[in-house]
């Protein structure tokens, strides 16, 4: 069974910055690319960021090229999410998961973050 568990999320001013931190139990995570997703009230979920299981090859969707950064630590079976330069629109629950996310990998409760005006 694998699971995830987001954190690092909260209310900060646009312009400010937060590191979101994703733990992850099971192999699967080493293996695979993972990624970081996002929904905003009213909207589907969307893929911001992905990184390859060796960390090495990165992907962002166009609104936070440049301002988010991936990473992570396969020793720790951790995914962050460096968010710069915030803004209102990117208020959202942000979740991890593999890419693609598998039917049989549940999702996480994710971790909210408010970006103020």
């Known amino acids: 069974q694998v699971q995830l568990v987001e954190s690092g999320g909260g209310l900060v001013q646009a312009g400010g910055s937060l590191r979101l931190s994703c733990a992850a139990s099971?192999?699967?995570?080493?293996?695979?690319?993972m990624g970081w997703y996002r929904q905003a009230p009213g909207k589907q979920r969307e893929l911001v960021a992905r990184?390859?299981?060796?960390?090495?090859?990165?992907t962002y969707a166009d609104s936070v090229k440049g301002r988010f950064t991936i990473s992570r630590d396969n020793v720790k079976n951790t995914v962050y999410l460096e968010m710069n330069s915030l803004k209102p629109e990117d208020t959202a629950d942000y979740y991890c998961?593999?890419?693609?996310?598998?039917?049989?990998?549940?999702w996480g409760q994710g971790t909210h973050v408010t970006v103020s005006s």
């Open positions: 998961n593999t890419v693609p996310a598998y039917s049989f990998v549940s």
């Open positions: 099971g192999t699967i995570f080493k293996i695979n690319t």
């Open positions: 990184i390859d299981n060796g960390g090495r090859s990165t």
